[in-house]
T-cell receptor, first 113, second 112 residues
């Protein structure tokens, strides 16, 4: 399995609190992605990174921010969690981007109450 | 927005039968990939087919791509109970850092 770890694996938080999810890789892959998976929607891209300090928005970026200060870590922050952000979050990595497979973490199940 | 759309949404077959899932997409692509997701787990890459390829095989998997129809199919031959999972097609493009655009998936149930 590709060396990709998400933490925490499960989290329950209250509405309005900040939450940070971490994705850590040991593959030295350039590209990193955050997706959310919801019933009826499949996986939707939140943010992605194409290098250290190089990030950009995806399809559903509102309410989320990211940071990548090191190749191996990609952090996803919910500045003020809302119930609509209850979801399963997946991190993925890719070596070259074009025409290469992505490797996924095991996911973080986040519940906002 | 979703790029790929899988069909059917759910499929139930018996062990030994073949399973066919279809995917349609909307815009031009560099490649199309298929992933499997077991319940409660992350996605696992199955196969990648480039836009200039028409068919690809990997073990019991056969993928076809028709760029003129913007469609792909995944065939799993001689299905096993362990093939029970959700299957997603995903398209890659140079926009969005080559991030994959996923369909909503086909849920496959293989019964013994």
């Amino acid at each position: 399995d590709a060396g990709i770890t998400q933490s925490p694996r499960h989290k329950v938080t209250e509405t309005g609190t900040p939450v940070t999810l971490r994705c850590h890789q040991t593959e030295n892959h350039r590209y990193m992605y955050w997706y959310r998976q919801d019933p009826g929607h499949g996986l939707r891209l939140i943010h992605y990174s194409y290098g250290v300090k190089d990030t950009d928005k995806g399809e559903v970026s509102d309410g989320y921010s990211v940071s990548r200060s090191k190749t191996e870590d990609f952090l996803l922050t919910l500045e003020s969690a809302t119930s609509s952000q209850t979801s399963v979050y997946f991190c993925a990595i890719s070596a070259k981007g074009e025409n290469t497979e992505a490797f996924f973490g095991q996911g973080t199940r986040l519940t906002v109450v | 927005s979703q790029q790929g759309e899988e069909d059917p949404q759910a499929l139930s077959i018996q062990e030994g039968e073949n399973a066919t899932m279809n995917c349609s997409y909307k815009t031009s692509i560099n490649n199309l990939q298929w992933y499997r997701q077991n319940s409660g787990r992350g996605l696992v890459h199955l196969i990648l087919i480039r836009s200039n390829e028409r068919e690809k095989h990997s073990g019991r998997l056969r993928v076809t791509l028709d760029t003129s129809k913007k469609s792909s199919s995944l065939l799993i031959t001689a299905s096993r109970a362990a093939d029970t999972a959700s299957y997603f097609c995903a398209t890659g493009h140079s926009n969005s850092g080559y991030a994959l655009n996923f369909g909503k998936g086909t849920s496959l149930l293989v019964t013994p």
